[in-house]
């Protein structure tokens, strides 16, 4: 984080002198990566997404991003040392394409899973665990402080957590809203227990960062409170590291979007295989439900 | 190996015992006869014989000679030589008080070096500054810095844009050991490097070591930087300082004891908080934050015998950021600290020796709070050294140097301490580094013949991890899965390593010489830097059993060669480093908190090459030089870029400056610098990839290692420095300078600038350069009674 923070504030100290002006690049022509997402949890089947990336162009529309979706790919799955593949249905939904388990596949605690994605003469593999949860002791409401936008109809959650040992667990934590259909996650989603370890810690938490993304407008000084009258559902997920990695290393270049001092992240994929970026990702989790009391 | 060590003590040796005849010194130290400050590196020659040696650090010379008369000339350039006949029929004391040409005639020079050492000494790859010199030259935002006038000589590169942190020859920015009174200082640089440590007002002179590292140095690859500090004008007092665009600066000096003992206190603080306050809303989300630093030097000497002489310098810097938003508030400070207990004792006019006792400190600290939440990061590096040196004079086809340094390093890795809530997160323990590093060395620098002159030394370095430290193991996904633990004192891991310095100069006329060096070092400590540049939040981390020291050999070769009576000097250098052991952070590593930082580490190798070219004028009203260096630096690391090799950050094909200096009459004097560079090398994504949720991520090669480069890079700057008024008691001067004259907008950085939404109104990517110093003038009063 704190490199993060020293970046911007270097940025900020040079503005006495510094300008910034729009320029011209030749991007390297090269293969466009295959990009693959993945997600298992206990007691949910498998949700798969298989996907192109794009050369630099100055604008990508939504079509152009619909049309990345690629919906030849061959997706099975395989569960511990079994050896029968499980393989995934491909569905569509507009132009975008998922693949989902039609045989009733859900989750299980203790189980490893692995996925293999055949697609154009490539394959790519990747393995996961749904790693054992390790619950929140609570979640409890609390107000939201006094200098907030509508500060009266907002309120923070806090988490209460007695972190296990040994050291070495990994965490990632999603919230969803009343009827919204998809969990989301805040800029920063992922922990670790490398200063926790073994303790008992209370933590924020922040509510998920889509609104920001579809509307550029949208009042930052909300970003992370819930509503009074909210149904909040805080799903908290022990991790793998190979998944903690990709998600580190994801967050952290999407933070150096337009900080231009940032030093170049590479985002690890948990895949094997040349030309692929991805994540199959097994959540062990819990769900806390908090009902927000309207007033 | 044995024998080749066997060799060189016995050529070491041989050569001084070769006479026999009844002899006699004459020694004594050589000042300035104003300040009684001492002209290091100044020159004694003995006219009769053609023959000179320079003075040491403290400016304490010795020639031994069969009995006879002779003339003895000391001189430094830009001073007034002195010329004395000598009846030497015992030893003869004499001190040399040299005048100064600008108080003799006002005659500007650029450097104080012998204008002679460029071919006849056996030193390659070395320049010095002298810091009254350097204020001439153009500087941006009216800061003289003394570092960022070093990357103007060939074979130094600035690691960025207005940056005091520099690269030399295709080095590291960890792997030049800047030294502040033979304190290591561990961050030169303050506000991110954009200014160095050194108060220009407090430094007498630098000297930078790029190749032939002689046997007294050791512990970095690349280079050596000694400052100096000022000692104090011991004759009378005096205050100096000017009022800057961003900073002022005052330092006094004086005598304590007529004569005998003198001190110098120097301060420089910046105020760029205050000028920006006026403009930032009390109700804004920046009232509240702000940025400075500070410097303070202290150097206090005293002359307790004819023999003996006692020094303390001092240096206390900070940078201090405060940050208050409206959700939590941030406040970090950084600096260093360095000691200097020195002892100069003379056994004999022949042998001199310096015992010193040194203490270096570097903290980084970044302190957050909010309402439940109170948390505070720190690292560092905390140096004890004792070291002795003896430079021995026994005649003077001979000097000799021989000594041995100890230091004890406390690295500190960042380490969070904190509540949040109810609960503290401070660790049980810090899971500090610890190590004891020792040096033992001797060197001879000899005439074997009369065009031979030979630069021999070895150097054993010692270097020990030591307990206690937990070292946690990882498994292949990189997850902890044992630790081993180490108690007090427990030996870690120990190195031993002898490093042959070898040079050797062959006059080839009376005005030229061929000189070639083979030089030998290991690295100890290193920065873990994830940026290419150094941050004040990169970490010091010492050679391990994980980390093995960096090694490297360097062989270079040169031609130097002076024209119209020395008043040009000019050289060609080409040099070829072998590098091994070098650290990179893996491809992955985001600069997490880690318990081992090591564990992030891949080790590689590389090598650089290149010839410098150098052309300076130090004498004259027309003075300056003109360097330009074709250069290669290459990196080899097994889990990097595919293991392919790939060009180091601070590869430069073109580095190139023309500075020059004009006396226009006692009143104006102009500067000028002109720099062009090759672009540095960076990195470009390939592709753009979304997730179903929309959320975008850039895509890289696996091969995608600095493959690109910044437009080139160049500059030039101008100054007019005038002296409004100069007597004996009160000077006052004006420097005006305009930094980048033509407005050339440099890269500093590209970056991909990428707006908006692809689940909706789509996306903007827009490839954007930032350009840090545009056209800048700036203007800074001096003055000094």
Not at chain 2, 238 to 256: F, K, N, Q, Y
Not at chain 2, 632 to 643: C, H, I, K, S, V
Not at chain 2, 703 to 713: H, T
């Amino acid at each position: 984080m704190k490199r993060y923070i020293l970046l911007s504030l270097l940025s900020v100290t040079m503005f006495f002198s510094s300008c910034e002006k729009d320029i011209n690049i030749d991007f390297p022509v090269a293969p466009s990566p295959y990009v693959i997402e993945g997600y298992i949890e206990n007691g949910q089947g498998p949700f798969v997404t298989v996907s192109r990336g794009i050369s630099f162009i100055n604008e990508i529309s939504n079509d152009d991003f619909l049309n990345l979706f690629v919906d030849n790919a061959k997706v099975s799955l395989t569960v511990n040392n079994d050896t029968t593949a499980i393989y995934l249905k491909m569905v569509k939904l507009g132009n975008a394409s998922f693949y989902i388990d039609t045989t009733k596949l859900l989750g299980q605690i203790g189980n490893t899973y692995h996925l293999k994605v055949a697609v154009d003469g490539h394959i790519f593999t990747s393995t996961t665990q749904i790693l054992p949860p390790a619950p929140l002791d609570s979640v409890v409401v609390k107000p939201a402080p006094d200098s907030r936008a509508d500060s009266d109809s907002l309120v923070q959650l806090t988490a209460y957590f007695s972190e296990p040992n040994p050291l070495g667990n990994y965490y990632r934590l999603l919230t969803k809203k009343n009827n919204d259909i998809l969990y989301d996650v805040a800029f920063n989603s992922i922990y670790d227990d490398a200063i926790v370890n073994g303790k008992a810690i209370q933590f924020s938490v922040i509510g998920g960062k889509s609104q920001f993304q579809n509307n550029d407008s949208a009042d930052f000084r909300k970003y992370g409170y819930f509503k009074k009258g909210d149904i909040v559902y805080v799903k908290w997920a022990s991790i793998d590291k190979p998944q903690y990695d990709f998600w580190k290393t994801f967050e952290a270049q999407s933070g150096s979007f337009g900080n231009p001092f940032s030093p170049t992240v590479i985002v690890k994929s948990t895949f094997k295989g040349a030309g692929c970026l991805g994540v199959w990702a097994g959540y062990g989790c819990t769900i806390d439900t908090v009902i927000i009391p309207k007033n | 190996m044995k024998n080749k060590i066997l060799f060189l003590l016995a050529l070491l040796l041989s050569p001084t015992f070769l006479f026999a005849q009844q002899k006699f010194s004459v020694s004594g130290y050589i000042k300035d006869a104003f300040s009684g400050e001492t002209l290091i590196g100044s020159t004694v020659i003995v006219r009769e014989l053609g023959k000179g040696i320079n003075s040491n650090e403290y400016g304490y010379y010795s020639i031994t000679l069969p009995t006879g008369k002779y003339q003895i000339a000391a001189s430094f350039l830009g001073y007034k030589p002195i010329v004395d006949t000598i009846d030497l029929t015992k030893n003869v004391k004499r001190n040399f008080y040299l005048k100064s040409n600008s108080i003799v005639s006002r005659e500007a020079v650029v450097l104080a070096e012998k204008a002679e050492n460029n071919f006849k000494s056996t030193q390659m790859g070395t320049q010095t500054l002298q810091m009254e010199k350097v204020k001439t030259l153009p500087v941006i935002l009216g800061e003289v810095d003394i570092l960022k006038t070093l990357q103007l000589l060939p074979g130094v590169q600035s690691s960025g844009e207005g940056n005091s942190g520099f690269y030399v020859r295709g080095g590291g920015p960890d792997q030049n050991l800047v030294l502040l009174d033979e304190a290591t200082v561990y961050n030169s640089g303050h506000l991110f490097g954009f200014f160095s440590v050194f108060n220009s007002d407090a430094i007498n002179s630098v000297t930078l070591i790029k190749g032939g590292m002689p046997a007294e140095y050791g512990g970095r690859l690349s280079s050596v930087v000694n400052v100096n500090m000022k000692e104090g004008n011991n004759q009378s007092y005096h205050a100096t300082g000017g009022v800057g665009l961003i900073a002022s600066r005052l330092t006094l000096e004086g005598p304590i004891q007529k004569g005998k003992s003198s001190f110098m206190l120097a301060a420089r603080r910046t105020y760029i908080d205050a000028l920006i306050k006026p403009f930032v809303s009390s109700t804004s989300t920046l009232s509240g934050s702000g940025y400075y630093f500070y410097d303070l030097n202290l150097k206090l000497n005293y002359q307790l015998s004819e023999k003996d002489r006692v020094f303390f310098s001092g240096y206390y810097g900070k940078d201090q950021f405060l940050f208050k938003g409206e959700r939590f508030g941030i406040k970090f400070p950084w600096g260093n600290s360095t000691t200097t207990m020195r002892w100069n004792h003379l056994f004999n006019e022949k042998l001199f020796v310096n015992t010193t006792a040194l203490f270096s400190d570097y903290v980084f600290k970044i302190g957050a709070s909010q309402s439940n939440f109170d948390f505070e990061l720190f690292s560092g590096v905390r140096d004890y050294s004792t070291k002795v040196d003896f430079d021995y004079f026994p005649n003077i086809r001979n000097q000799v140097k021989f000594g041995a340094a100890y230091t004890f390093h406390t690295f500190t890795p960042t380490t969070a301490t904190g509540t949040i809530g109810e609960s503290s997160i401070s660790p049980e323990k810090i899971n500090r580094q610890y190590a004891n590093e020792a040096a033992a060395y001797f060197s001879n620098d000899f005439d074997l013949t009369e065009k031979i002159k030979i630069n021999a030394g070895l150097r054993y370095a010692f270097f020990q991890q030591i307990g206690p430290y937990d070292r946690y193991i990882q498994n292949d996904v990189g997850t902890i899965s044992d630790t081993i633990s180490y108690g007090d004192g427990e030996n870690i891991k120990t190195y031993h390593r002898l490093e042959p310095r070898f040079s050797i100069r062959f006059q080839t006329s009376k005005s030229a010489s061929i000189k070639a060096a083979y030089t030998v070092t290991n690295q100890f400590v290193n920065l873990a830097s994830l940026s290419g540049s150094t941050l004040p939040t990169d970490l010091w981390v010492p050679a391990s059993s994980v980390v093995k020291p960096q090694f490297c050999t360097q062989y270079s070769i040169g031609y130097f060669r002076n024209f119209k009576d020395d008043q040009y000097e000019t050289s060609v250098e080409l040099y070829y480093k072998d590098l091994k052991n070098l650290i990179e952070f893996k491809e992955n590593t985001t600069g997490r908190l880690s318990a081992n930082i090591e564990n992030d580490f891949t080790f590689g190798i590389g090598r650089s090459y290149g010839a410098e070219f150098f052309i300076k004028k130090s004498v004259g009203k027309f003075n300056g030089w003109i360097g330009y260096t074709h250069s290669y630096a290459e990196r080899t690391f097994a889990d990097l870029n595919e293991g392919k090799t790939f060009f180091a950050r601070y590869d430069r094909r073109h580095d190139g400056s023309i500075v020059l200096s004009y006396t226009l009459n006692n009143k104006w004097t102009f500067g000028s610098v002109f720099v062009y560079g090759s672009g540095a090398a960076f990195n470009l994504p390939t592709s753009l990839v979304f997730f179903s949720n929309g959320t975008q991520g850039l895509y890289f090669e696996n091969d995608y290692r600095n493959k690109y480069r910044l437009s080139p890079y160049h500059r030039l700057d101008i100054s007019a420095t005038y002296t409004a008024k100069k007597t004996d008691k009160y000077e006052s001067t004006w420097n005006f300078s305009i930094y980048n004259v033509y407005n050339h907008l440099n890269q500093y950085i590209v970056y991909l600038d990428i707006q908006g939404d692809v689940l909706n109104q789509g996306l903007k990517v827009q490839p954007k350069q930032i350009t840090v110093f545009p056209f800048i003038p700036s203007v800074t009063w001096n003055f000094k009674f």
